[in-house]
């Protein structure tokens, strides 16, 4: 059975940093592209940043330069590292797992049960 479990969200000011942690369990991690999405309050869930098994990064236009995503094979942990957060970062954050589709977008299958981060001074 598939586990992600996200920690690390919480309440910081703007301009502040957080890092975010996925930790997952019953899956081969390091075979498997992982992704960050949110959903802020009345939007749709919405794509952060994904990394592939080999690597290969993506990242909203609305984060680059400001979040990072980077995984940890032997730790089966991916992580959110985001910086100069602004009040419209405020968001549940959920991890995920998937698959690479066929023009080369990952695919969310298995979700983590997410963690609230809010920007607010």
């Known amino acids: 059975q598939v586990q992600l479990v996200e920690s690390g969200g919480g309440l910081v000011q703007p301009g502040g940093s957080l890092r975010l942690s996925c930790a997952a369990s019953?899956?081969?991690?390091?075979?498997?592209?992982m992704g960050w999405y949110r959903r802020a309050p009345g939007k749709e869930r919405e794509l952060v940043a994904t990394i592939t098994s080999v690597g290969t990064l993506t990242h909203a236009d609305t984060v680059k330069g400001r979040f990072a995503i980077s995984r940890d094979n032997a730790k089966s942990t991916v992580y959110l590292q985001m910086n100069s957060l602004k009040p419209e970062d405020t968001a549940v954050y959920y991890c995920?797992?998937?698959?690479?589709?066929?023009?080369?977008?990952?695919?969310?299958?298995?979700w983590g049960q997410g963690t609230q981060v809010t920007v607010s001074s």
């Open positions: 019953g899956l081969p991690f390091s075979t498997r592209p």
């Open positions: 995920a797992s998937g698959h690479i589709n066929d023009v080369g977008h990952m695919i969310p299958t298995t």
